[in-house]
């Protein structure tokens, strides 16, 4: 009889694919099932901070994303085009990337730990025993079952877990741009245009749109608005002329996202009454989806992924199940903290204020979950 423990997972998003490989190097066999056809992520950029950068560097591939991302030198936000703030956060690691690039390093390490991945591959549940059921009939057995199969979860809705739901009265459609610093140096000479930019405007309608430079080619831009604004929203094309009217000195880069098909996205906090049923573990947007205002919610699945494969590793596997409600109790508020900072931020419309990222703000930001004594006070 071979010791080896065996965990089967559903969905490669960041979530998944950070727990698969983490697993994996602790010595598990690995199965990750993506219901779709090819491992890729579709999304355009993304803000780091440590938290998830701990976690990168724990599983072996800081260099690289080092290489193909950026630290901006400020966040800055303005208010109507007027600077309202510019934060160099001292002390906080943070780095801004892609999502496809993110997706591609995370893809390759868990290959190279010996994951086996199978794309085209549907869960349709999973039971409290340690079964995944996939489209097709198949039911896979395993010491550890992870739901990490994002914000409409099967794992999670097979199992009958209870949870609720808030959507933003706001909604945001991204890109990923050619960066054309040139140009916008041409129209702003003044501006740092390798800084974060949250450009928010609210009167006479709320337009924002967040720039961010995710290296030193492509440029990340969000753009926000409520999802009652007919225009505002409109996609795959967005308006341009509406949203020149109110960000003129963004043109070049407005321009070059009319040339890719947007989809505005409305964005969601989900409580659930439980992580964990039996031998079943959620993580990630099927958990905690949250609002992005503090660009977390990638982060906190990093991180819970992660803090999940050393506390799966390190119980005995027939105390499994207790061990992840010890998991869910230690690591649950931490996150639930941060979606209710960025829930709140995202119903007041709070960041258009600037100095966001002080105080309390940074708890999950600083948070190692790669320290084995994080926990110390909180036992
Ligand atoms: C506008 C916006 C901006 C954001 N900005 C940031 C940011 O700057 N920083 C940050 O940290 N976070 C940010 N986030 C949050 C972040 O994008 C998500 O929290 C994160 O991507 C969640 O990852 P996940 O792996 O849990 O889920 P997902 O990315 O949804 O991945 C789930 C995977 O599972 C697959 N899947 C789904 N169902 C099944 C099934 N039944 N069977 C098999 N596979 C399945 C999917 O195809 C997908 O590959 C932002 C979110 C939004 C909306």
């Not at 007027?82 to 956060?89: F, G, R």
């Not at 753009?223 to 795959?236: F, N, V, Y």
């Given at each position: 009889?071979?010791?080896?423990?065996?965990?089967?997972?559903?969905?490669?998003?960041?979530?998944?694919?950070?727990?698969?490989?983490?697993?994996?190097?602790?010595?598990?066999?690995?199965?990750?099932?993506?219901?779709?056809?090819?491992?890729?992520?579709?999304?355009?950029?993304?803000?780091?901070?440590?938290?998830?950068?701990?976690?990168?560097?724990?599983?072996?591939?800081?260099?690289?994303?080092?290489?193909?991302?950026?630290?901006?030198?400020?966040?800055?936000?303005?208010?109507?085009?007027?600077?309202?703030?510019?934060?160099?956060?001292?002390?906080?690691?943070?780095?801004?990337?892609?999502?496809?690039?993110?997706?591609?390093?995370?893809?390759?390490?868990?290959?190279?730990?010996?994951?086996?991945?199978?794309?085209?591959?549907?869960?349709?549940?999973?039971?409290?025993?340690?079964?995944?059921?996939?489209?097709?009939?198949?039911?896979?057995?395993?010491?550890?079952?992870?739901?990490?199969?994002?914000?409409?979860?099967?794992?999670?809705?097979?199992?009958?877990?209870?949870?609720?739901?808030?959507?933003?009265?706001?909604?945001?459609?991204?890109?990923?741009?050619?960066?054309?610093?040139?140009?916008?140096?041409?129209?702003?000479?003044?501006?740092?245009?390798?800084?974060?930019?949250?450009?928010?405007?609210?009167?006479?309608?709320?337009?924002?749109?967040?720039?961010?430079?995710?290296?030193?080619?492509?440029?990340?831009?969000?753009?926000?608005?409520?999802?009652?604004?007919?225009?505002?929203?409109?996609?795959?094309?967005?308006?341009?002329?509406?949203?020149?009217?109110?960000?003129?000195?963004?043109?070049?880069?407005?321009?070059?996202?009319?040339?890719?098909?947007?989809?505005?996205?409305?964005?969601?906090?989900?409580?659930?009454?439980?992580?964990?049923?039996?031998?079943?573990?959620?993580?990630?947007?099927?958990?905690?989806?949250?609002?992005?205002?503090?660009?977390?919610?990638?982060?906190?699945?990093?991180?819970?992924?992660?803090?999940?494969?050393?506390?799966?590793?390190?119980?005995?596997?027939?105390?499994?199940?207790?061990?992840?409600?010890?998991?869910?109790?230690?690591?649950?508020?931490?996150?639930?903290?941060?979606?209710?900072?960025?829930?709140?931020?995202?119903?007041?419309?709070?960041?258009?204020?600037?100095?966001?990222?002080v105080g309390d703000n940074l708890e999950t930001a600083l948070y190692d979950p790669t320290d084995?004594?994080?926990?110390?006070?909180?036992?």
């Amino acid at each position: 009889m071979s010791s080896t423990r065996h965990a089967e997972i559903a969905g490669a998003g960041f979530a998944g694919l950070t727990v698969a490989t983490a697993l994996a190097q602790r010595g598990w066999s690995v199965r990750l099932h993506e219901k779709g056809t090819e491992l890729r992520e579709q999304g355009a950029g993304i803000v780091l901070f440590g938290n998830s950068l701990k976690v990168l560097e724990s599983l072996g591939v800081i260099d690289e994303i080092n290489e193909g991302s950026m630290t901006p030198p400020f966040y800055e936000t303005r208010m109507q085009n007027v600077i309202v703030s510019d934060e160099d956060m001292p002390g906080v690691w943070w780095r801004t990337l892609t999502r496809p690039f993110l997706h591609k390093v995370l893809s390759e390490a868990a290959r190279h730990a010996g994951v086996e991945i199978a794309t085209g591959s549907e869960v349709i549940g999973a039971t409290e025993s340690g079964t995944l059921r996939v489209r097709g009939g198949e039911e896979l057995e395993a010491d550890l079952v992870v739901g990490a199969d994002g914000v409409a979860s099967a794992v999670r809705d097979s199992l009958g877990i209870r949870y609720d739901r808030w959507n933003a009265k706001d909604g945001i459609t991204r890109f990923l741009v050619p960066r054309r610093k040139e140009d916008l140096q041409r129209i702003e000479p003044d501006t740092e245009w390798d800084n974060v930019i949250d450009f928010w405007n609210l009167e006479p309608r709320v337009l924002r749109v967040l720039y961010t430079p995710a290296n030193a080619r492509e440029l990340y831009i969000a753009l926000m608005a409520p999802s009652d604004d007919k225009e505002g929203s409109a996609t795959p094309t967005i308006n341009l002329d509406v949203w020149t009217s109110i960000h003129p000195q963004l043109r070049p880069v407005l321009e070059e996202a009319t040339k890719i098909d947007g989809k505005y996205f409305r964005y969601q906090t989900n409580r659930l009454e439980q992580w964990t049923k039996g031998r079943v573990a959620l993580i990630g947007d099927a958990a905690h989806a949250m609002a992005p205002a503090l660009a977390q919610g990638g982060g906190c699945a990093m991180m819970n992924a992660f803090t999940l494969a050393t506390a799966a590793t390190a119980a005995d596997p027939a105390d499994l199940p207790d061990a992840l409600v010890e998991w869910e109790r230690l690591e649950r508020p931490f996150t639930e903290r941060c979606q209710d900072r960025s829930q709140e931020y995202a119903s007041t419309r709070g960041m258009s204020q600037g100095g966001q990222f002080v105080g309390d703000n940074l708890e999950t930001a600083l948070y190692d979950p790669t320290d084995p004594n994080r926990h110390l006070a909180q036992v």
